[in-house]
């Protein structure tokens, strides 16, 4: 696949590869979503392009995906590690979600603790 085919759906910068690597020396592939909705056939679309430009040695190292789900929802975090899971699955390593402090302290502290809330004397 060349990218002239593909050029306006690149141009909307859905992934890209910073050129890092991680500790195994495999390539680090960032994923920043946005407020508006990620098209997922367009996201599909840049995955299987950048995923094809690595050579075959890289390749086998496997990727590490930031998927930056600081400025959009938790369903669409989701269904983009659920597609990674599916298009991608045996060239992924590692998927790190990163999200706001503010959804941890609401979601995480809520449902581990809400069991000791009297015991603690906080919530």
Not at 6 to 18: D, G, N, R, T, V
Not at 54 to 65: D, I, N, W
Not at 89 to 101: H, I, N, R, T, W
Request: proline content about 4%; glycine content about 4%; overall charge positive.
């Amino acid at each position: 696949m060349e990218a002239s085919v593909i050029l306006p759906i690149l141009k909307k910068k859905l992934a890209f590869l910073s050129g890092g690597k991680d500790r195994r020396s495999g390539l680090i592939l960032t994923i920043p979503l946005c407020l508006e909705q990620t098209n997922m056939d367009e996201l599909s679309v840049t995955l299987d392009y950048l995923l094809s430009i690595p050579s075959e040695k890289c390749k086998a190292r496997g990727f590490t995906v930031i998927v930056d789900g600081r400025k959009s929802q938790w369903n669409v975090v989701k269904t983009v590690v659920l597609m990674l899971q599916n298009v991608v699955p045996a060239e992924v390593s590692l998927v790190c979600v990163v999200k706001p402090d503010e959804f941890w302290d609401k979601k995480v502290t809520h449902f581990c603790f809400w069991k000791e809330k009297d015991r603690l004397g906080f919530e």
